[in-house]
């Protein structure tokens, strides 16, 4: 597939998940076994398309890095088992490791609660050139802290400012962020992997059984299942919200993994080509030091 046509299919397949304007966004409208017209005969024609992506993922990444003028923040904030892992793993596999950095936040740690709550996430916004992606982010403050007030108790923050309008002031304060990061050319892209509560269930009962995916299992994560109606709630409040024409969210379908990944490479594809992306022009005095490099190397003996 000639690569402009390949660019628009993938602008095709990320355009229905897109969410640039949360003002009649409802979480319940989006079905997390989506997959188009793909149907699970196709998952051979699905990882061709996905190696098809990585390969252009590549070639657009070698441009960004060599431009070095832009840079690329991606977040990815899902319930656990949604496959975020494998999505990053997959779909950033082609691409040159001294151009990303992969960044998992966990729970913050004593230096990180004797700060702003977006103070960690912050200072690992990628440098220009670079693809930085957030597994968790700044967002766990208006999720997983909105399901529990109790963590909420121990940040530390002076009881004059937790007031009533304390996550309208977190969601003002998150658009305020991305849109300052678009402004310094931070292209901000964000991945809600959506998946369905049964789904989950098998995939923890998979993890459970499976003596090589223990590792993966925590009986908090099945506790968290306990809360499910809260979080489905807050991730629609939070994508409501914070969804912007500079910083769109994508929803996507994570009840398929094959699909999951395919959805998020298209995305991913069709952010960077939106930059317009190029080789630096090389300069007539370039040029001529570039020639006489050449002759010297020529002239070795």
Request: proline share 4%; net charge positive; hydrophobic share 40%.
């Amino acid at each position: 597939m000639k690569p402009d046509k390949f660019v628009k299919r993938a602008r095709e397949l990320a355009a229905p998940f897109r969410v640039s304007s949360g003002k009649n966004f409802r979480l319940k409208d989006c079905n997390p076994a989506d997959t188009l017209k793909f149907e699970s005969k196709d998952k051979g024609r699905a990882k061709e398309a996905l190696a098809q992506g990585v390969e252009a993922l590549s070639a657009l990444q070698d441009k960004l890095y060599a431009q070095d003028q832009w840079a690329v923040l991606l977040i990815f904030q899902a319930m656990d088992a949604a496959g975020k892992d494998g999505a990053i793993k997959h779909v950033m596999s082609g691409v040159n490791p001294q151009g990303c950095e992969v960044h998992s936040f966990k729970a913050p740690t004593s230096e990180e609660l004797d700060h702003d709550f977006l103070w960690r996430c912050s200072k690992r916004v990628p440098e220009r050139g670079r693809i930085g992606i957030f597994n968790r982010s700044y967002y766990e403050e208006t999720l997983v802290v909105r399901v529990h007030p109790q963590i909420l108790a121990r940040q530390k923050i002076p009881r004059a400012v937790l007031g009533k309008d304390l996550w309208k002031q977190r969601f003002e304060d998150i658009r305020a962020f991305e849109r300052y990061l678009s402004r310094n050319g931070v292209l901000v892209r964000k991945f809600f992997l959506h998946v369905s509560k049964e789904e989950q269930k098998k995939r923890f009962l998979e993890r459970i059984d499976q003596p090589d995916k223990n590792w993966k299992f925590s009986t908090a994560d099945s506790h968290e299942r306990q809360f499910w109606n809260d979080y489905q709630k807050a991730y629609e409040e939070t994508i409501r919200h914070t969804a912007t024409q500079e910083a769109p969210w994508y929803v996507v379908p994570a009840d398929n993994k094959w699909f999951t990944r395919v959805v998020v490479a298209a995305a991913l594809i069709d952010a960077l080509d939106s930059l317009k992306l190029d080789y630096p022009k090389t300069g007539k005095a370039q040029r001529a030091e570039l020639a006489a490099a050449k002759k010297e190397l020529l002239g070795e003996k």
